[in-house]
């Protein structure tokens, strides 16, 4: 069979024509015009239409137009080709709607509503176009809504973001602004490190907000930072001066500590001095003063060793004193028994003689024995105080004239009892009575 090329022919009406070139068999297509003499009732469409020369018309309203031809084809595919087109632009359609349904739809959803609209104005496709238009139309509305809905929303993320770096701004400031005195240096270095990288964090990561305003508030945090790292600077530029000026101070008073050495036991009445002088030097960093203090008190062992030496062996010379003492004391303490205050305290002067005369005793005993013999002592004293609070003879006069006071008043108390005319007037005698009667019972003898 011979083939032959066919005539170029339009594609559709309303878009640019392009040349369609097929090979087309003449004898295994011999039916062609057969097909393309069919009648156009043969070719209804509830929407549209084929005619014979294979030009598609659409129903728009109450007109009907061509939307194009469809040459090397059925009718049926003529139609088909054009409801494609029909239902390509009720996907996008549908698309839409459901984007706007669910908010998802960006700032761009009026934009895309106007390119449906704009599709939709004659557009080269069979189907129900007035239906499209109708919802196309109702997306218009809501695409406005939610337009609003997300400017307002926008806005009020901008003046969350812009409050945010507004307080990240006010903070920098106050720490800023904080008196020399009250800084505490590193706490407020790291806290400055902190606001820095929740500015980046707002500024990589959040709403973005006018550049002006932007501008302006991170003008304000660098001027805090600034000021900050300039009184930062010369802070611990007066610190590192103070610091030269007491290690310099010190660094004397340890040398003069250390030429005490040769000097032994003789050389800590100085040491206390030049321990005076440190303290007044006052305080360098730490660091440096544990550093210093580490070596004048090296100073210091070296005399405090020497006088523990000496006072090692005084205690074992003293040994002997210890136990004298110790023997001492054990005759000495029936004395504590003793009620009877001239013997007691002549055994007890005889006793303390005998305790001068042993002499010292090793340090680390002296408290136990000086408390067991200052323990007699106080048994002593406490019998001789006791005879002269009952033999004072002021104070027995005393004594005397309030207990007749008191041996007058309950006599008169006890007549007033008998004579009461109410129980309230015998009752406030009785009671007034019973507290006089102690009061002379606390008399004594």
């Known amino acids: 069979m011979l083939s032959q ?3 170029p022919l339009p594609c559709e009406r309303g878009a640019p024509y392009g040349i369609v070139e097929e090979h087309c068999t003449v004898g295994r297509r011999a039916g062609i015009d ?17 005619d014979e020369n294979r030009t598609v018309y659409v129903r728009d309203g109450e007109t009907e137009r061509e939307v194009g031809q469809f040459p090397d084809g059925t009718p049926e595919e003529a139609l088909a080709y054009f409801e494609r087109k029909y239902e390509d632009l009720k996907g996008q359609v549908t698309l839409l709607e459901a984007r706007i349904a669910r908010e998802l739809a960006g700032g761009d959803a009026s934009e895309a509503v106007g ?17 499209l238009r109708s919802r196309v139309e109702k997306l218009a509305g809501k695409a406005g809504e939610l337009g609003e809905k997300q400017r307002a929303e926008r806005e009020a993320a901008r003046a969350e973001a812009l409050a945010k770096r507004e307080s990240i701004v006010v903070e920098a400031e106050r720490l800023a602004a904080q008196p ?10 790291a806290a400055f490190e902190e606001l820095f990288n929740d500015w980046q964090s707002a500024q990589r990561g959040g709403v973005s907000v006018p550049k002006a305003q932007a501008d302006a508030l991170w003008k304000r945090f660098r001027k805090a930072r600034q000021s900050f790292d300039t009184a930062r600077r010369a802070h611990f530029a007066r610190v590192d001066a103070a610091n030269k000026e007491v290690k310099d ?21 100085a040491y206390r001095g030049l321990l005076d002088e440190w303290k007044a030097a006052g305080r360098a960093s730490r660091k440096l003063d544990d550093q210093l203090w580490a070596r004048f008190k090296a100073a210091g062992d070296v005399l405090y060793q020497a006088k523990a ?16 003492k110790e023997a001492l004391l054990a005759e000495a303490e029936p004395l504590l028994q003793e009620t009877d205050r001239v013997a007691a305290r002549k055994r007890l002067t005889a006793f303390q003689l005998r305790w001068d005369e042993i002499g010292r005793v090793p340090r680390e005993a ?42 007058a008043s309950i006599e008169q108390l006890t007549a007033e009892i008998a004579a009461a005319a109410s129980p309230k007037a015998k009752a406030e005698a009785e009671q007034k009575l019973a507290t006089q009667q102690s009061w002379l019972a606390a008399l004594g003898d």
């Open 115 to 131: 390119h449906l609209q704009e599709q939709l104005r004659e557009p080269a496709a069979v189907g129900d176009l007035e239906s």
């Open 5 to 7: 090329p066919c005539p």
């Open 309 to 324: 030496a000496e006072v090692a062996l005084q205690d074992e010379e003293y040994a002997g004193n210890l136990q004298a």
């Open 180 to 189: 020399e005195e009250s800084v505490r240096w590193k706490e407020t270095g």
């Open 34 to 50: 057969e097909r393309r003499v069919s009648t156009v009732s043969q070719n209804e469409h509830p929407w549209g239409r084929v």
């Open 249 to 269: 101070v010190k660094e004397r008073i340890i040398a003069r500590a250390e030429a005490l050495a040769s000097r032994g036991v003789e050389g800590i009445p």
């Open 366 to 407: 002296l408290r136990d024995v000086e408390g067991r013999l200052k323990k007699i002592e106080d048994h002593v004293k406490s019998l001789e105080d006791e005879h002269w609070r009952k033999t004072n003879p002021e104070t027995k006069a005393r004594s005397e004239g309030l207990r007749g006071q008191l041996e």
